[in-house]
């Protein structure tokens, strides 16, 4: 008998609280929470979204440009660092149109991040034009967080680039149109367009495959 009841009562709740009411409740939300936070965004494109949560870091939001229908999708980081350790930059983060950032996410300058119409991106992604401190050994004895932030350059990403999950966007790069990034790779240097890439791609760096199109001649990198 009292099993009887508790599945009763585990029945009812699934139909008053059911995956497609709750899914329904949580789009709402997000429209709301997007309409909320755009407004500290420097400039927001027409159908775009911002889903919850999202931290915007370094002060430097109203210098965050974003385009039309463009989604980025919850647990992302924009920072747009205008001061950091004593040191003052002048930065921007251009997002085109018809973009979507994955979950969890992190997009960080203090130089300039453009990216064009059409990203995708999966999660875990990281783009970042700078880094704490260099490669000295004076810096060595200082901790990571408290290191001056350094650039190589902006970092430039084309039209219809498709990065995959938990890849690196480093600075002083410039992605090409059409780019196809696999998984889990680390790019320090430029990439043409029509290229499928994965690995870490520094310079020539051994384990790194480089694909054009079939009208194009095959690329290893050696």
Request: aromatic letters at 10%; charged letters at 15%.
């Amino acid at each position: 008998m009292l099993k009887s009841l508790i599945i009763r009562i585990v029945y009812l709740l699934g139909r008053i609280f059911s995956y497609d009411r709750i899914y329904w409740t949580h789009q709402k939300w997000n429209s709301l929470y997007s309409l909320w936070i755009c407004n500290f965004i420097g400039s927001v494109g027409i159908n775009s979204k911002v889903f919850y949560p999202c931290r915007l870091w370094g002060g430097g939001h109203n210098r965050i440009m974003i385009g039309n229908n463009t989604t980025i999708q919850g647990h992302c980081i924009l920072g747009c660092w205008t001061k950091y350790a004593g040191d003052f930059f002048l930065p921007s983060i251009i997002i085109g149109n018809d973009c979507n950032i994955g979950e969890y996410c992190h997009i960080s300058a203090i130089n300039k991040i453009t990216i064009g119409d059409g990203l995708l991106t999966g999660r875990f992604v990281y783009i970042g034009d700078n880094a704490h401190g260099g490669m000295s050994w004076e810096e060595a004895d200082i901790p990571p967080a408290k290191r001056k932030l350094k650039t190589k350059g902006e970092i430039m990403i084309g039209r219809n680039v498709w990065i995959g999950d938990k890849s690196t966007i480093l600075g002083g790069v410039s992605i090409g149109d059409n780019v196809i990034i696999g998984a889990n790779t680390v790019v320090t240097h430029d990439i043409p367009s029509n290229t499928v890439v994965g690995g870490v791609l520094s310079g020539r760096s051994r384990g790194s495959e480089v694909l054009r199109r079939e009208t194009e001649p095959m690329l290893l990198a050696a």
